[in-house]
């Protein structure tokens, strides 16, 4: 194995997550123009990176980030999730484990048997918590003293919302909605065989069955097992 293949897990982390600040930095710098179209493309491309920034804490509650370095795996996934809104890796790691092992039920923290509003309340209430809400207004108001209000608002804040609904959509009620045959042991479905929109729209994790089979696949080769 040679050393970028044995650490290839760390550096596209880290490239996610440099990704992330790097466009974070130019939109909370650039003078909004509402009449541009840079203003929807920085929307969606930040958008995109908080998307990230979550399956790199995903993949490290699997253990998949550096699987020879358990420290390094953590510390990944708790950076990432930290700068996704000030979520806690901590929190989250039980949680995705309860999901895998008791998905699609009761105790599925990611499962509701309601409609898309109902369910995506419930999917918000389970990660959101007071502590997240303080720590994101804090912040705000200390960065406002030298952001325009309006940037933190369109590049920081709503990114962020959109990220969560994007992680719900494409990796929580489309694959676990509805019924499932009695013979599909992990209560999942697949997205059809389309790389570049599965990509786009949620890292791979439209094909959620897959993931689902193989857990110990990292977010990058998820597509492989599509094959």
């Known amino acids: 194995m040679t050393l970028l293949k044995k650490h290839l897990g760390v550096i596209i982390s880290i490239l996610i997550i440099s990704a992330w600040f790097v466009m974070l930095s130019i939109s909370l710098q650039w003078e909004v123009t509402y009449t541009s179209l840079l203003l929807p493309l920085f929307i969606l ?13 995903h993949d490290a509650m699997h253990g998949v980030i ?11 996934g708790t ?9 806690f890796y901590h929190r989250l790691l039980p949680k995705h484990h ?3 092992k008791y998905v699609a039920t009761d ?17 918000l209430m389970e990660y959101v918590d007071w502590k ?7 912040t705000f108001n200390i960065l406002k003293l030298y952001i325009p209000q309006e940037n933190l608002l369109l590049f920081w804040i709503a990114p962020s919302f959109l990220a969560t ?5 494409f990796g929580t009620y489309l694959p676990h909605r509805g019924e499932h045959e009695a013979t599909n042991k992990h209560k999942a479905r697949s997205q059809s065989k389309n790389h570049l929109w599965a990509f786009l729209s949620c890292y791979f994790f ?3 069955y897959e993931h689902h089979n193989t857990p110990w696949v990292p977010w990058w080769k998820l597509y492989q097992q599509k094959q």
């Open 79 to 87: 950076f990432a999730a930290l700068l996704f809104a000030f979520n």
């Open 132 to 138: 997240q809400i303080v720590l994101m207004a804090i």
């Open 45 to 57: 491309v930040q958008s995109h990176l908080y998307t990230g920034l979550f399956i790199t804490a």
């Open 98 to 100: 309860e999901h895998h």
């Open 107 to 123: 105790k599925d923290p990611d499962y509701a048997q309601k409609g898309f509003f109902g369910w995506y309340l419930k999917f």
């Open 66 to 76: 550096s699987p020879s370095n358990s420290t390094l795996n953590k510390i990944l």
């Open 206 to 208: 439209g094909y959620h």
């Open 165 to 169: 609904l994007q992680l719900f959509y």
